[in-house]
Each structure stands twice: as C-alpha cells, then as structure tokens.
C-alpha cells in the first residue's frame, strides 16, 4: 500500500530554518506530484507547495513564496521542503501529498503522510 512518511519538524526560532522530507513507497514515485499541506490549530488544512514528477513544474502558496522550496529526488524517492525565514504563523502539521499522474497535487490528492509538527517561536 501507499505510505507518506513525513520527518524532519520540530521546535525553531522566528527566522530559523527547517528542512521536512517525505519518503514514498508503494507508488510510481518518478511519475506521481508531490505536495506539501499544513494545518494550524483551529484552521482548515490549507495548500503548501507542489512539485511535478519532473521537477519542471513549481507552485507555492503565496504565504511562503520566497521563503519556502520544494524539491526532489527520484532516486530516493523523498521530496523535500526546506523552509526559512520561518514566521510563527507558519506553526502548523504539516501534511506531504501525492497524486500519481497529475502534474500537480491539486486539492484532493490522493495520498496523505500522517503529518510532522512545526512549531516557530516568537
């Protein structure tokens, strides 16, 4: 079956910096969008991020653009979000997607991680 394993959340300072990563299996990884989600206490799960299969195609809320970079490797099967200049408002779970053969993970992917904790202190 499909598994999203999402690591690499955790306690940072306004300004800091995280890297989550998402490892994939049990899917044609090098064929399927990936995407970032996240979820705050007391709010809807809202968009993130999305990256194609290739890479070629980028999209990011626009909350974090410029602050945030999705990437990806096929080989390792893992897609990343490396996140800086990290605000307090950007405490949240945060969700990694998939949707094998779009290009990118829409609004209702098909595949869920079961999320990581960020949490930006003041």
């Known amino acids: 079956q499909v598994q999203l394993v999402e690591s690499g959340g955790g306690l940072v300072q306004a300004g800091g910096s995280l890297r989550l990563s998402c490892l994939a299996s049990?899917?044609?990884?090098?064929?399927?969008?990936m995407g970032w989600f996240r979820q705050a206490p007391g709010k809807e799960r809202e968009f993130v991020a999305t990256i194609s299969w290739s890479g070629g195609t980028i999209h990011y809320a626009d909350s974090v653009k410029g602050r945030f970079t999705i990437s990806r490797n096929n080989a390792k099967n893992t897609v990343y979000l490396q996140m800086n200049s990290l605000k307090p408002e950007d405490t949240a779970v945060y969700y990694c997607a998939a949707r094998p053969g779009y290009s990118v993970v829409g609004t209702s992917p098909g595949y869920w991680g079961q999320g990581t904790q960020v949490t930006v202190s003041s």
């Open positions: 049990g899917l044609s990884f090098s064929s399927t969008a």
